[in-house]
């Protein structure tokens, strides 16, 4: 017993292509706002939780600030004149750090050197092909 395939147009093939084609599309297209969302997700609780570091950093970089001028006292300077001290240093270690910081946004280390040279020399290529192609 043989079953006789279905007769089908090209326009039906055709149409059920394009649905299988769509529904991956749609899919996918799931998939990655899924796969977007998690990540965003975890991006979020991340950067709270570097937020809430930098927040105990501080606190805890303030306890030390105090412990460093109580030293200073139990060493003989009075607590103003500890106080002043390591103020001091705490904005000079402050403004060498901004210095590096600014230094390292300056548009000059910002360019994108390997991409511009790149798109440089692939123009050159091109413009080589198609000046040999219409010479020929």
Request: charged letters at 15%; glycine letters at 6%.
């Amino acid at each position: 017993m043989t079953i006789e395939p279905q007769a089908r147009s090209i326009a039906a093939v055709f149409s059920d292509a394009m649905q299988v084609l769509l529904d991956l599309v749609r899919g996918e297209a799931a998939l990655a706002r899924a796969e977007i969302e998690a990540t965003l997700r975890k991006a979020a609780a991340g950067f709270i939780l570097v937020l809430l570091g930098a927040a105990v950093s501080l606190a805890a970089l303030n306890v030390l600030a105090g412990a460093a001028v109580a030293a200073l006292v139990a060493a003989g300077l009075t607590a103003g004149w500890a106080a002043l001290a390591i103020a001091a240093v705490l904005l000079l270690v402050a403004a060498i750090l901004a210095a590096l910081g600014l230094r390292a946004l300056a548009p000059s280390n910002l360019t994108l050197r390997r991409t511009a040279r790149n798109v440089r020399r692939d123009a050159k290529t091109l413009k080589e092909i198609l000046t040999h192609d219409t010479a020929s």
